[in-house]
């Protein structure tokens, strides 16, 4: 393991303790919404989906790994399909709340989703 | 972690040695600063999420810096203009739309592990693709994309089958096969040891590698379904969180297989989140987490619960095969015509209704299955009409997923300040004239605290008890998941009505017969 690795192994351990500490202030009311938005995150694997797919070699030059590529294709739809589905339902979901004030002024559910990338 | 990520600028800096494979030497400093900023706003977008009014911003703020994200590899890695990737991109993006716009509330747990599955496969996928992309050969590398094989595969499965129980394609029940202790440890054990085994020297080149992937994938598939089929719908709220963990998990580890220190950091948020959740479910339902990976579900701890010495009421034996079927029975709840109608003759739950000046109301699945929230908050302003005082008692585990209930009550804009979490709201239920518990069974079990040897014993109940009077709406008198019987249903009819059959139903019933007098 060269030091870059090391490095990086300590990125993924001290950002899993940072996030610990984060997310445990998160009240339960908004624990579905904080899973979404988590699971929004986690889509985040489009970068490796993307440069890996890349990785697979030139278009209109010879030696381009198709099947690989393909593949790619179906990653990079399922990570995106991860992220915006994750963040629109999230904002659809924390639209949603509203406090003893504002109730009333605004109808339920029926607002528009923020689908945004 | 900007200081970390700043030495490695500057280690690169200083031996210009190639940290990204396949990135111009000269974008990696700006690459990875840039990243370590966008690894910030991410931190920063979650922290936004823990006040109700910050929220809606932070999830935008994490979005954009997902955005800035990709446009930031695509430019590091010089593939900005690469058509293909751009339509899947906007495949995705449309298909994620349209998903996100047609779910219901209610679907929200499946819908959040089919994502999870989504991003498991992608994770999976890019994990294959670096051990067959040429590069990066080196052990850390070629073991870490193993492990993104072995991850993304057992969430992307896993997370399939929980879904699918969730949306009822499947049994809610846990299914059990034969020897399954020893299938989901040899499959466990089996799937990691093959993706370790890419660092073997027979597995470098082409066939080998490319068998040794599928190997990897099927096998660590396998756990994944063999995992999930044994939890029953109860225990669905831990899976969920424990996949969203596993699904962090996976894209953290495909960053480490292609050195991409921002996939590290928010793969590392998203697995600490998952799991921290895991933990507090775990804890709100009195679960051991390895009992649920061992696949320990309902099934034999109503065994255990029927054997129980306790004092206290626990299931006859009688009522032990309708208890077996719990996990189906509970989910069904409301689903079927009421058994019976209102049970009380006298109405003094009218009357309750009409003289209480303070009342907490619970709700449950069972509100959730019935779609009775709106109702419930009609209750609730006729309630506030009369100058009584109306909140919500939320058990952490009520619903499908962690938080769900509240969710389903925003959803009809029930103002978020009346829905009061267990710690907070438990000891003003002696203050309280009238608790009224719709669809909700075991978080309002009083055995809980007393029968020793139970399923349940132990854990967090809302003190319903503590209220002068109880209004109960439940489908039947059967005992809730946890198969212990509730002796609330028992309670004199001077403290306790009971209203059996359909929530939406008996919420009804009551409006109509106050309407009359």
Redesign the interface.
Known sequence: ?????F??????????????K???????????????????????????????????GV?GEPGV?WI??I??????????????????????????????S???T????TEK????? | ?LN??I??AV?AQSSN?N?I??MDSSKQIPYLVLAGLL?LT??IG??M??K??R??AG??L???S??L??GL??WA?D?FS????WV??L???I???I???K?T?LQ?PQ??GL??G??G???M??G???L????GE????LITSGLAIYVGALTLTGSIVAAGKLHQVFTQKPIVLKGHQFWTIATALLGFVSAILFVHPAFQSGAAKIILILVCAVISGAFGVIFSIRVGGADMPIT??LL?SF??V???I????????????????????????TQ?MCRAMNRKLTDILLGKTSTPMIKKATKGTAPAVISDPASTATADDAAVEFTDEGAQEAPAALETKEDPHLDWLKEARRVIIVPGYGMALSQAQEQVKQLMLLLESQGAEVDFA?H?VAGR????M??LL??????????R?MEEINDQFKNADLAIIIGANDVVNPAANTAVGTPIYGMPILSVEDAGHLIIMNFDRQPGYAGVDNPLYDESADKVALLLGDAKASLEEIFARLADR
């Open positions: 393991m060269s030091t870059i690795q490095v990086l192994s300590a990125i993924f351990v001290v950002s899993a303790l940072v996030g610990y984060i997310i445990n202030r998160v009240p339960s009311l908004l624990h579905t919404p904080l899973m979404s938005g988590m699971n929004a995150f986690s889509g985040v694997t489009i970068l490796g989906c993307l440069a890996a797919t890349a990785a697979t278009l790994n690989a590529r593949f790619g294709y179906i990653a990079i739809i399922l990570a995106m399909l991860n992220v915006v589905g994750g963040f629109a339902v999230t904002d659809r979901m924390l639209r949603m709340f509203h406090s003893e504002a109730a009333g605004e109808t339920a559910g989703t923020g689908g945004q990338d | 972690m970390s990520l030495s490695i280690m040695v940290i494979p396949n690894a991410v931190l979650i922290s999420m823990s109700v009014n929220a809606v999830n935008l994490g979005s954009v997902m955005a994200a990709i590899t695509l890695f593939i690469v058509v293909d990737l899947a991109m495949i995705g993006t298909l994620g739309l998903l996100s716009r779910v509330m929200m819908m959040v994502l999870n989504f991003g496969g992608a994770s996928i890019a294959a693709l670096t067959i992309n040429p590069g080196d052990p850390f590398s969920i969180s969203n699904s962090g996976a894209g953290g495909a960053g480490l297989a292609i050195s991409d220190p921002l996939l590290v950091a928010v793969g590392g948020i998203v697995g600490a989140s998952g799991l921290l959740l507090i939320i952490p997923m962690p938080g769900h509240n969710v925003a959803e009809v804009d029930i103002p978020y300040d009346k829905l979490e």
